[in-house]
């Protein structure tokens, strides 16, 4: 069975250009989440699908950060336009939907460098 | 604020030593407790988690984790250290009901020498 997949692995921008991140979750996984580590901090929840709808968005930071999942399947991470304290390791996981002790299987992680 | 902590950044044990990777946390209620390895150009692994019941808990890899709710704790422990465990290793909480997102400490690269 395949894991959670995150495409691109690296990506280096320019400030102020756009990146679109993106993750396939494991097939049959309702439950996608989007987390961003800033080198050497904790990693940060950033926001949570059920199915194709958002469920929870707190921990987005601002508003050049867009999330989508359409269709409930694969979903993208947009930062447009991108800053310099964007840069970090954006993690993917998922989880089956059902009951809040399951754990979440988590992608390779795609590392953003704005420069 | 809900926090988890990981005090040390760094973890050194020469291997075939017993190793320990200490966590704590303070969040409300009684959260469940997870703990994830990193290693170099792959994702977060999942190791092992407390839900309720034994505070000992037994994972991946021969990795347990001793949970105590007074000391708000959940160190990560091995017998016998390996030089493939050297890695990057992250203590997680969720609160139930409280969502299911996880907080997460900041992480312990564990370095285990020959």
């Known amino acids: 069975e395949a894991g959670v997949t995150q495409f691109p692995s690296h990506s280096v921008i320019e400030k102020g250009q756009t990146v679109t991140l993106r993750c396939d979750p494991i097939?049959?996984?309702?439950?996608l989440y989007w987390y961003r580590r800033v080198m050497g901090k904790e990693i940060k929840f950033l926001l949570h699908f059920v199915k194709e709808s958002k469920q929870d968005e707190s921990g987005m930071p601002n508003n050049r950060f867009l999330a989508e999942r359409t269709g409930g399947t694969y979903s993208t991470l947009k930062v447009q336009p991108a800053e310099l304290e964007d840069s970090g390791v954006y993690f993917c996981a998922s989880s089956p939907l059902g009951r809040d002790n399951t754990e979440a299987f988590f992608g390779q992680g795609t590392r953003l460098t704005v420069v | 604020a809900q926090s988890v902590a990981q005090p040390e950044d760094q973890v050194n044990v020469a291997e075939g030593n017993p190793l320990t990777v200490k966590c704590t946390y303070s969040v409300s209620g009684n959260p469940y407790l997870f703990w994830y390895v990193q290693y170099p150009n792959r994702g977060l692994q999942f190791l092992l988690k407390y839900i309720t019941g034994d505070n000992l808990v037994k994972g991946s890899y021969g990795f347990e984790a001793e949970f105590n709710k007074s000391q708000t704790s959940f160190h990560l422990k091995k017998p016998s250290a390996l030089v493939s465990d050297s890695a990057l290793y992250f203590c997680?909480?969720?609160?139930?009901?409280?969502?299911?997102?996880?907080?997460f400490g900041k992480g312990t690269t564990l370095s285990v020498s020959s």
């Open positions: 097939s049959g996984h309702d439950n």
């Open positions: 997680a909480v969720r609160v139930p009901r409280a969502g299911t997102a996880l907080i």
